[in-house]
């Protein structure tokens, strides 16, 4: 792995170190980094949006409540279209409109606003304003067909759009935020107190939807985090009580990888509308009976996403040669085909599609690498494709089974023609040298004044130069792990370090070794103590003459 050093200075002190992280994220304004203005404050404009578009939704859905229409929230079925629905559909039902939610099945309806999706619509009962959240705006047929019902559609969606907008009564878009921001926007149009306490919503969709933590979306998370806090929304609770979490501050690490995981699987491997009604319900009992049926559906999840990941590594190790992996497989399930293709990209540093060839329409989701726009790649084959939409670093489409052979043709080729290999190298990137007798616990408090951490806000990794390794354990029930204590030859300032799932480097590494070691700081509390921890992401072995 190749490590790539964001900055050649080295500290002294916590200003010299703040500057430093400053300088690697471009921050510019520290005001407005460290003191994030509630999102509340931010206008329409800031946000991305029209506000004129907003006025309009706004007047037809008080329109709607006048004269008791019947309104559809139409979501996605991720955290972020799933967060999306809650906010704007009970916010709707306590201002007293007749509104209902309706999140696709993954397998039975597709993704968006699909013929089979409108089918089971119609077949319940015509509502006379459809909104959806978090999906929609390239769904011209849909809106066309919807409004020849005599059903006005309301689209607000943060993805990107084709070259015009369908023909909607309105259309609330933004790029800058996630869906969930988009439909809280429309929400804070009727409430400011409903939006204010919706931002844990907001946080969650931002971290999992991983938009960039910065501007706007840094204080969406970091408003939002305050806020889940000092929540006692039941289903929250709940999740954070079955995870292992009730005791503790949730932070946006918690959101990414423990909660957010949580809430997707239900759209992956079962029916998203149970996801949906956690995070509605009033009743701790109904909340906790909903949290355990949540986990026990992610376990599954995680089991089979290992199981078929070993299928498509076994393909992918096949194309060394190509700037994207395609792989293909009617085993793929369609629900976690985006998981894999994330864990082919952080295998190989290539962009990844994972497509699932089960029936006569195949499903592809992909994930991409800093500075290659997976959207723009996979627009290029829009003539071969059914449905289709995305990120710059994740996208999903679908097509015609018999069309398998030409797509991927396509794609490979596009993706020799246009990605540059410097952008396919396994890389870690490092905030700078640090020398480990500055590292203490007020250091690491203080490295926290930049949280929340994730997209473009990564949380801190630094290089320690020329240790000793003074101890040596292996850890876990296959001794997968290794917890090493770490000695500064200089200083005589030491460290324990936790490599997570390097146990095989005790085979070569030997107590007195001197290394490098690429590290993220934490504090570990046990009993009322604080102390110094390392995570090890990286080492590196030195000849020792």
Known sequence: MQWHLLSENVPKSWEDLAKILLNNRHITDEDEFFNSRNPIDFSAEELGLDPDSLQQAKER?????????????????????????????????????????????REKHGYGLTWA??????????????????????????????????????????????????SALTVVHSTKIC???????????????????????????????????????????????????NNQRPGLLALKQIAGLADKKINSMHLGFVIGPRINAMGRMSYAMDALRLLCTNQKNRATELASLIDNTNGERQQLTEELFQLAHQQATAQKQE???????????????GLIAGKLTERYAKPSIVISTHGDVAKASARSVPGVNITEIIR?????????????????????????TTVIEHLLEQGRETIDPELLQKRLSLECLLPLDLVSVTLIDKIQSFAPFGQENAEPIFVVKDVRV?????????????????????????????????GEMAETLQEGSLVNVAIVLQINEWRDKRNVQAIIKDLQQIEDF
């Not at 292996?474 to 799932?501: C, M, P, V, Y």
């Open 380 to 404: 290029t084959a829009k003539d071969l494709l059914l449905e289709f939409g995305g990120h710059p670093m994740a996208a999903g489409f679908g097509f015609e089974h018999e069309n398998l």
């Open 323 to 337: 700037h994207i992996i395609i792989v293909h497989s009617p085993d793929f399930h369609e629900g976690i085909i």
């Open 61 to 105: 859905i008080l329109e709607a409540k006048e004269k008791k229409q019947k309104v559809l929230v139409f979501g996605d079925y991720d955290a972020d279209g799933i967060s999306a629905t809650a906010i704007l559909w009970k916010t709707l039902y306590k201002m007293g409109v007749d509104a209902m939610p309706f999140i696709p099945h």
């Open 179 to 229: 869906g969930a921001a988009v439909a809280w926007a429309l929400v804070r149009e009727f409430s400011e107190e409903e939006a204010k306490n919706n931002l844990d919503l907001v946080a969650l969709a931002t971290v999992t939807d991983l938009m960039s933590l910065k501007g706007i979306n840094r204080a969406f998370v970091k408003h939002g985090l305050e806020v889940m806090n």
């Open 117 to 166: 999706a409108l089918q089971e619509i119609y077949s319940k009962s015509l509502p006379d304003l459809l909104i959806t959240v978090d999906t929609g705006i390239v769904a011209h047929k849909a809106v066309q067909e919807l409004q020849e019902k005599g059903v006005e559609v309301i689209i607000t969606d943060h993805h990107q759009p084709d070259d015009s907008f369908p």
């Open 470 to 502: 003074s101890e040596i354990k292996q850890l876990g029930s296959q001794q997968q792990h290794l917890k090493l204590t770490l000695t500064d030859a200089g200083s005589n300032a030491q460290i324990t370090g936790l490599a997570w799932g390097k």
